[in-house]
Each structure stands twice: as structure tokens, then as C-alpha cells.
């Protein structure tokens, strides 16, 4: 690990070898599963914040909405795409990837841009069978990450030091 | 209390006072000396110490990483920790899977 003294490292010593390194199929699979709990958390949320709006406008004649499923697949993926570009511009790791210690760079380690990752983030909820590829790939790579030229890594510090990703 | 016909001699007692002149004269000399010598006492020895050294050496015995983990919360707890190393011992053992089986194709 590159960036700071090896003794003043926050990364517990065990983890040290692989940061910077890129990601695993089990990593990923086991932070996309979270995000997808978040994801559920997010529309759960809001389907509640619409029914209290119109429990207030009308308790009387008031029922839990009906979204049909269309409108519910469809707010899905847009709130699913803003959340992912949101997480990756700004911190480079969602929920998932915060707790199993994952970020999402480019090629060559830095942050992913907007346009980019919101195109990674449309072809991870049309596509997210993709993220299995990782198993396969001997570069660890996702069919996303081969498209976008992306990559996810071992990251457990608070702070991203913008090293290209490496294999192992 | 003493009678005045019982109070100790004059002299005895110009000897008691010239007595304590003497022993506050010493003290305030000894304050003195004590307050000139100490700091160049101090710079001495602290010249003579390796300070990065000693740093070092209290770092290495306090465990800083392990501190700074424990006071930033930026970073695994205990058990986020044993998650992401069953995690990243899982990611080896099926890289190890496919990376055999890929040796084990045959080339065309």
C-alpha cells in the first residue's frame, strides 16, 4: 500500500497486502446485496412518504396506493442509477461497498466522472448479471468494468490515494 | 506559657533569631542555584536523548493503528473486519478455482 507509512496505517495489518488490488466476485456479489437492501430501504421510504402525504391531504376516504408495477420497476432503476452515480462520483463506494471495504476507480485509479459513471451505473441495473464475469475474468474484471474500463478494489482506508488498481 | 521570669536569656534568644536569618539566607540560595542550574540541566540532557527515537518506540508499544481505529470509527469495527477478510479469503479461493480451470483448458 502506497500513500502513507506502513506503521500509520488505519488498515488493520492482515488487510494491508491487498488494497489497491482489484476486487473479487465475493466481495462485489456480497456489497451489491446491500445496496440492494438500501435500494429496497429507499422505496420503501418514499412509497411511505407518498402515503402519509396522502393520508394528510384526505385521512378519511384515505387506502394505501397501488403503484402499478411498471412505475415501481421504472422509479427503481432511476433511483437505483442516482444512487450508484451519486456514490461513485462522490466518495467512489456505496453502502455495500463501505461495508466490505470495496471503491470503484478507473483504470487508472482515480475517481469515476459523472457521464461515466452514470453510464456504469444504467448498465448495472439493465445488466447485473454482468457482475459475475468477475469470477471468470482473471483480471477480476465485471462485464461493466470492461465496457466503461472501470474497476473495483480493495479499499479500506477513509481516504482514496488514486493508485492504478493492480491485479493481486 | 512561659513566665517572663522563665523566658530563655537574651542571648539565647538573639542566637535563635541569628539562627534563622541564616537558615532563610541558605534557602533563598539554594532557590537561587536550583533555578540557575536546572534548565541548562534539562537542555543537556535533553540534547543528549533521541526523542525520534523514543516517539518511535511509544508508538510502536501503544499499537497507533489500532488507536486510530478506535478513535476515527472511519474504518471496520472487529466483526466488519472478520466480514471483509472471510470476504476477500473467498474471492481467493474462487480465483484459484477458475485460475485452474482455465490452465486446464485445452489450447485449440
Known amino acids: 500500500m502506497t500513500g502513507e507509512a506502513a506503521w500509520l496505517s488505519s488498515v488493520p495489518e492482515e488487510a494491508r497486502a491487498y488494497q489497491g488490488h482489484r476486487a473479487g466476485v465475493v466481495s462485489r456479489v456480497l456489497a451489491a446485496a446491500i445496496d440492494l437492501v438500501v435500494l429496497f430501504v429507499l422505496l420503501g421510504g418514499a412509497y411511505f412518504g407518498l402515503a402519509g402525504l396522502l393520508f394528510v391531504i384526505d385521512p378519511v376516504s384515505f387506502r394505501f396506493p397501488a403503484i402499478p408495477r411498471a412505475v415501481i420497476l421504472i422509479a427503481g432503476g432511476l433511483v437505483l442509477v442516482g444512487y450508484l452515480t451519486e456514490c461513485w462520483t462522490t466518495t467512489g463506494r456505496t453502502v455495500g461497498d463501505r461495508v466490505l471495504g470495496l471503491r470503484v476507480v478507473d483504470n487508472r485509479g482515480r475517481k469515476l466522472k459523472h457521464g461515466r459513471?452514470?453510464?456504469?451505473?444504467?448498465?448495472?441495473?439493465v445488466?447485473?448479471?454482468g457482475l459475475l464475469w468477475t469470477a471468470c475474468s482473471a483480471d477480476r474484471r465485471s462485464v461493466q468494468d470492461l465496457v466503461m474500463r472501470t474497476a473495483v478494489i480493495y479499499d479500506w482506508g477513509p481516504h482514496h490515494h488514486g493508485d492504478a488498481p493492480s491485479r493481486r | 506559657m512561659l513566665r517572663p521570669e522563665k523566658w530563655p536569656s537574651k542571648r539565647l534568644r538573639l542566637l535563635a533569631e541569628i539562627g534563622f536569618?541564616?537558615?532563610?539566607?541558605?534557602?533563598?540560595?539554594?532557590?537561587?542555584?536550583?533555578?540557575?542550574?536546572?534548565?541548562?540541566?534539562?537542555?543537556?540532557?535533553?540534547?543528549?536523548?533521541?526523542?525520534?527515537?523514543?516517539?518511535?518506540?511509544v508508538i510502536d508499544e501503544i499499537d497507533l493503528p489500532e488507536l486510530i481505529r478506535a478513535s476515527t470509527g472511519s474504518v471496520a469495527s472487529e466483526s466488519m473486519r472478520d466480514v471483509r477478510m472471510q470476504?476477500?479469503?473467498?474471492?481467493?479461493?474462487?480465483?484459484?478455482?477458475f485460475g485452474r480451470a482455465r490452465r486446464s483448458r485445452p489450447v485449440a
Not at chain 1, 459513471?117 to 448498465?123: E, M, Q, T, V
Not at chain 2, 470476504?87 to 478455482?97: G, L, N, Y
Open chain 2, 87 to 97: 470476504a476477500i479469503e473467498a474471492d481467493e479461493t474462487v480465483s484459484r478455482w
Open chain 2, 21 to 57: 536569618r541564616q537558615r532563610r539566607a541558605a534557602l533563598e540560595e539554594a532557590v537561587r542555584l536550583y533555578r540557575k542550574v536546572t534548565p541548562a540541566v534539562i537542555t543537556d540532557v535533553l540534547a543528549q536523548l533521541d526523542l525520534g527515537r523514543i516517539a518511535q518506540d
Open chain 1, 127 to 129: 445488466f447485473p448479471i
Open chain 1, 117 to 125: 459513471a452514470a453510464l456504469r451505473a444504467l448498465f448495472c441495473a
